[in-house]
Structure formats: structure tokens, C-alpha cells
């Protein structure tokens, strides 16, 4: 980075001091992952000067010969490695891919269905706080206040009361796998469309330790720099009945041209997908946050659904005398970083709210494992007693440092 170095040292500055901050810190944020220099150097070339408005074959512009076999190989990839009948790769994140969805299939004042907020759904699955629960009649099922688990009666009860248009599968904390007959047969029967969102275990999906989706769902909405491990974008798979509705409604629907250089970076985010040593990584991502699961109900956390069998944990840190925002300030001052979260039935505001969500894609991807994991449990089970001692905190970001450096990181070292 010779030309950014000589020619903008306040930036140069700052990227250096992320690269220390994200190599000398336990990223524990269950969306969060490291891109490979690969996916790193794809996403910084020429291809950012184009504009290629339209599809390959397609285009509102001239000049796309390496455009539209660029955008080729990265939807032929996708369908590839999702056994997708479609793929658009061309949405800019995952919160303008579900709006994709919407425009697709619903009109304004419809309804759709999908999981709370509270309870471990996305804002673009109809928060009132999102375009998309203000511009839809969103309802929401919950989960079993008991068990922590989805309720598919619940959810088939509500389709059948309220007839969505949409019904959506997916979500951003919760700590289970999900049953895509179940809900497939739920949309066959109230007669809407399925709508999966896999955003955060898309790669688990790729690496084959978790169900996929796609047979099942009518579309599926992804992020690609979660699991996935790629840079920040998004792509949709669908059924080809449904190909024409979803690439209109990403363009010109929702968007102007494409990122080609971010899509350089999918590309070769699904190609590293498609290798056997991610295979690997998938089944790790989820053994180590079984791991890191056990010990930490051993050292008394109340984990919600009792424990999980994807890449995530949701915690409930009431009886341990501390909020989730409380807790994710002192790790934090002690080098582990997570965020603060609501859990279900939650009782206080979301900017302080009584639990925290950790996940285990990023420290796998450095290659920690079970002694890790442990470590991590017995350093949160003292941090929990200790929020306020800032010596002890800054003291053990010093051991959390020396353990981070035994692990290199992928995109960095
Ligand atoms: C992260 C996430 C999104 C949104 O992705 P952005 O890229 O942040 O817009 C959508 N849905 C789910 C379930 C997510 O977890």
C-alpha cells in the first residue's frame, strides 16, 4: 500500500492500526469474519472504475467484456456451490438483497411473517424500526418462552391466521438449526412464498454443517461476508420460475449498477467456499461454539436454547448480576470483543439490554480451537465478576494479546 502510505497518511494510518487492533484482539462477533488476501486484493482492483448497469449479456453500457465474465463466474459459482437453479449477485449487502425480496413478491400494506426482533430475527424481517415494517403489515412469531426453540406450530398457526404473502425463515441470533420442510410445508399450506435468509450461516451451509436451504425455499438471501468469509455484499437464490422478478427488483428496481470489484471479491470468497479445507472450517466453526457453549454453562451462563449447533451462542446474563451492555464494555476494555443483545422475553431497553451474542467464525478462521475456547469461558466467567475493575480488565488484555499472537491472521499476517 506504497501509493496510500505516500499520498494519505492519516487513512494509512488507521487501516494500519485496525490491521494491529483486529490481530491483537479475540473477535468473538458471530457476524464477523476475516476475508482472506485474496478476497482482499480482488476487492481493490480496476474493476471499481465500471459502471455495468444490467446483467452479463445484457447492459446498459459498452465496455463490459470483463464485466460480464466476471459477474458469469461469480453467479456460476453461487449456483454451484448452493445448487441454486439462479443467482443475483449483484445486491449491495444483505439489507437491500431482503428488500429485493419484498419488491419481488409483495406490494406495500401486505403481509409478511417472519421472527421478532427480540427473539433473534433481523430488522429487514419487519421491525418497526425498518422500511420494512413500516411499509408491510409484518406479524412475528416468537420463540418457545420454555425451550428457547423455534415453535413451528406456532409459526403454522399464525401463516394460517394471517395468510402472508411472505413467509420468512431466518435470523441473526439464534442458536439452532432450522427445519426447512417444516417451514416449507407451513408456506405450502397458508399458499405464500418462502423466503430463507441465511445471512449468518450461509458458509456453514457451504461447508456442509448446516441444512441448506435452497431445495426448500421459494428464494434465499444471503450476506456473503459473514460465514461466508467474503467481502461486505449479499446475493439471492432463487427458483427460475422466479429469476425474472428477483433481478428486476434488484435492477432497476433497487439499485444502479453493480460493484464489480466487490464482486470480484465474491467470486473468490465462493471459490475458497468450494475447497475441502472449508469443509474444515465449517465443522471447526461449529465444534469450537459447542465447545465454547459447554464451558461456558459449566461456569453457570444461561445460554438461551440451552446450548447451540451453529456458529453462535445467545446469552441471558440476569443471574449473573451484570447487563449484556455492562459486559460487552469490560470484555471489550480486556480485548474480547462481542456485542451486547437483546434475549427473548426481554425486559430492558435494546441499547441496554440484559444479554450478549458471541460467535466463533473469526477465531476459527485463526485457527483457535478447544484449549482456546476454554480459556475464553474461564477469562468471560472473571470478567462477569469484575466490570468494573479496569486494572484487572487492561491486565488481562495483555494475556489476551500474547495468546492472539500465537495465531496469525488470514488476510493480515
Ligand atoms: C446481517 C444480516 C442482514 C443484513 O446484512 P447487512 O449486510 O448488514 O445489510 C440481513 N439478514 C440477516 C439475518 C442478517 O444477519
Not at 483486529?22 to 476475516?34: C, F, G
Not at 454451484?80 to 428488500?99: C, D, R, T
Not at 464451558?295 to 451462542?313: I, K, P, Q, W, Y
Request: aromatic letters at 8%.
Amino acid at each position: 500500500m506504497s501509493a496510500l502510505e505516500k499520498n494519505d497518511p492519516e487513512i494509512y494510518k488507521l487501516v494500519k492500526a485496525e490491521e494491529a487492533y483486529q490481530r491483537a484482539t479475540i473477535r468473538l462477533i458471530a457476524s464477523e469474519n476475516y476475508t482472506s488476501k485474496a478476497v482482499l486484493e480482488a476487492c481493490g482492483t480496476v474493476f471499481q472504475n465500471k459502471y455495468s448497469e444490467g446483467y452479463p449479456g445484457a447492459r446498459f453500457y459498452q465496455g463490459q467484456v470483463n464485466c460480464d465474465a466476471l459477474e458469469t463466474v461469480a453467479i456460476e459459482r453461487a449456483k454451484k456451490l448452493f445448487g441454486a437453479e439462479h443467482a443475483n449477485v449483484q445486491p449491495y449487502s444483505g439489507s437491500p438483497a431482503n428488500l429485493a425480496v419484498y419488491l419481488a413478491f409483495a406490494k406495500p400494506g401486505d403481509t409478511v411473517l417472519g421472527l421478532n426482533l427480540s427473539h433473534g430475527g433481523h430488522l429487514t424481517h419487519g421491525s418497526k424500526a425498518s422500511a420494512t415494517g413500516k411499509w408491510f403489515n409484518a406479524v412475528h412469531y416468537n420463540l418457545n418462552p420454555e425451550t428457547g426453540l423455534l415453535d413451528y406450530d406456532e409459526i403454522r398457526k399464525l401463516a394460517l391466521e394471517h395468510r402472508p404473502k411472505i413467509l420468512i425463515a431466518g435470523h441473526s441470533a439464534y442458536p439452532r438449526q432450522l427445519d426447512f420442510a417444516k417451514f416449507r410445508a407451513i408456506a405450502d399450506e397458508a399458499g405464500c412464498i418462502l423466503f430463507v435468509d441465511m445471512a449468518h450461516f450461509a458458509g456453514l451451509v457451504a461447508g456442509g454443517a448446516h441444512p441448506n436451504p435452497v431445495p426448500y425455499a421459494d428464494v434465499v438471501t444471503t450476506t456473503t461476508h459473514k460465514t461466508l468469509r467474503g467481502p461486505r455484499g449479499a446475493l439471492i437464490l432463487c427458483k427460475e420460475i422466479h429469476a425474472k422478478a428477483i433481478d428486476k427488483a434488484v435492477f432497476p428496481g433497487l439499485q444502479g449498477g453493480p460493484h464489480n470489484a466487490t464482486t470480484a471479491g465474491i467470486a473468490v470468497a465462493l471459490g475458497e467456499a468450494m475447497l475441502p479445507s472449508f469443509k474444515d472450517y465449517a465443522a471447526k466453526t461449529c465444534a469450537n461454539a459447542k465447545t465454547l457453549a459447554g464451558e461456558l454453562v459449566a461456569r453457570g451462563f444461561n445460554l438461551v436454547s440451552g446450548g447451540t449447533d451453529n456458529h453462535l451462542m445467545l446469552i441471558d446474563l440476569s443471574n449473573k448480576g451484570v447487563t449484556g451492555k455492562e459486559m460487552a464494555v469490560a470484555l471489550e476494555k480486556a480485548g474480547i470483543v462481542l456485542n451486547y443483545n437483546t434475549v427473548p422475553g426481554e425486559t430492558r431497553k435494546a441499547s441496554d439490554p440484559s444479554g450478549i451474542r458471541l460467535g466463533t467464525p473469526s477465531v476459527t478462521s485463526r485457527g483457535f480451537g478447544a484449549d482456546e475456547m476454554k480459556k475464553i469461558a474461564a477469562w468471560m466467567d472473571a470478567v462477569a465478576g469484575k466490570v468494573g475493575d479496569d486494572a484487572f480488565l487492561t491486565g488481562l488484555a495483555k494475556e489476551v494479546e500474547a495468546l492472539c499472537s500465537k495465531f496469525p491472521v488470514p488476510g493480515i499476517d
